[in-house]
Structures are given as structure tokens and as C-alpha cells.
């Protein structure tokens, strides 16, 4: 049923060779609610396409990611993060990605906050096709950087440890907001080795 919205995955001649998992960013084409959610793609033509995406954009209209959901349960830090908002508060589910479509059907049409706050959520295998919404960013195969850049804004630096410090020796930390961001491996404490991750990190971006 839902392979008739996956019109990219027809391009593809014999089986796509996997090869190491690449993490993109699925942000709003026109920014209205400020918000993204973390996209892992692992073959190569997937891959290519959505660096053409970023490249040479789409404007209003244009190629949709077509995604399951899963309800994350697992330990450790959440992929699947709002990297657009201080803190990173990670969403409660994570991506299973399906294709890139140009049109879908309406019903799996929304964006991550309206799922996250949905009552009850979203269950595990519901599709996501969020129309407003393509691969703006990529993140790369390593996204440690990422859980260290707590403000938001592409580095790692003073402004960082600032918000790092402020949540030192924290514990019971947990989803969705890990005491801040600060948390950086989701032991549920803030505390030597987060340091040392944030330290191997520092001054990423700059």
C-alpha cells in the first residue's frame, strides 16, 4: 500500500549496496514551527540524493521523506533529536526510512511536535510523509558533536560548557530532555564522562 508514494525507490536498478549510515536532518522547506528530526540513511543512492536536496533545494514544494516510526526504548542518548532548539530535547520516537516521495496521502502529513504532543502518540509502524518538510542539513556518520553543540548553533564552545556546567553532577536524567542536553551519553547523569565526551568534542565547528 505504501509503496505507491515512494516513487525514488523505482529508480533504483537491482538490489542498493548498504554501506556506512549517514545522518541527515528533515527540516521545514519555508521555517514556520522550528523544528527537524534526525533521518539515518545507509545506501549510497539514497545518500546522493539527499545531498542534491541540500544542494540545489526545493523550494515550497518538493520531495517529501517518507518514514516509519518506532517508539524508542533503548538506552543511551535518542538519535532523534530537535537540533534546532537549545537543550536538544529528543523526540520520543525514532525513523525507519521508507523513500522520497513527491506527493503522499494527507493523513500521514504533520510535523515532530504536533507528533510528539499528539495524545496517547503516535503508535510504533504509523508512516510519517510531513509535506512542509525535506532534508535541509547533514549531519555526517558521527553525531557526538551534535549532542555537545547545546545551544544550537554549530559549534562547540564557551557557550556550550556554560550550559554543561550549569547541570554538572545532575542525575536522574532521563527523556525527553536529558537535565538540558547535558547528559551527553544517557547514563542518566551528568558527570565524568560526559566531560570527556564534551572534551573530545570542544571547539567542534570553529
Known amino acids: 500500500m505504501r509503496k505507491w508514494v515512494i516513487l525514488m525507490v523505482l529508480a533504483v536498478l537491482g538490489a542498493p549496496v548498504q554501506g556506512e549510515t549517514v545522518y541527515f536532518l528533515v527540516g521545514e522547506k519555508v521555517p514556520f514551527h522550528n523544528d527537524c528530526y534526525v533521518l539515518p540513511l545507509d545506501y549510497p543512492f539514497f545518500i546522493d540524493y539527499a545531498r542534491e536536496l541540500i544542494e540545489y533545494g526545493t523550494g515550497e514544494y518538493g520531495t517529501i521523506v517518507v518514514a516509519t ?60 510523509c510531513f509535506w512542509d518538510y525535506t532534508v535541509v542539513a547533514e549531519l555526517g556518520t558521527n553525531l557526538e558533536p551534535w549532542f555537545c553543540n547545546l545551544d544550537a548553533d554549530d559549534d562547540v564552545d564557551f557557550d556550550d560548557f556554560a550550559m554543561f556546567a ?3 553532577g545532575q542525575s536522574g536524567c532521563g527523556h525527553r530532555y536529558w537535565c538540558d ?26
Open 166 to 168: 550549569e547541570q554538572w
Open 69 to 128: 516510526i518506532y517508539r524508542w526504548e533503548g538506552e543511551g542518548m535518542n538519535i532523534n533529536r530537535n537540533y534546532l532548539k537549545p537543550g536538544l530535547a529528543a523526540w520520543s520516537w525514532a525513523v525507519i526510512f521508507d523513500g522520497f516521495a513527491e506527493v503522499t496521502v494527507e493523513i500521514c502529513d504533520g510535523w515532530p511536535g504536533w507528533l510528539e504532543d499528539e495524545p496517547g502518540g503516535w503508535p510504533t509502524g504509523s508512516q510519517i
Open 181 to 206: 542536553g547535558a547528559d551527553l551519553d544517557g547514563s542518566g547523569t551528568v558527570d565524568g564522562k560526559d566531560l570527556a565526551m564534551f572534551a573530545e568534542n570542544w571547539l567542534w565547528g570553529n
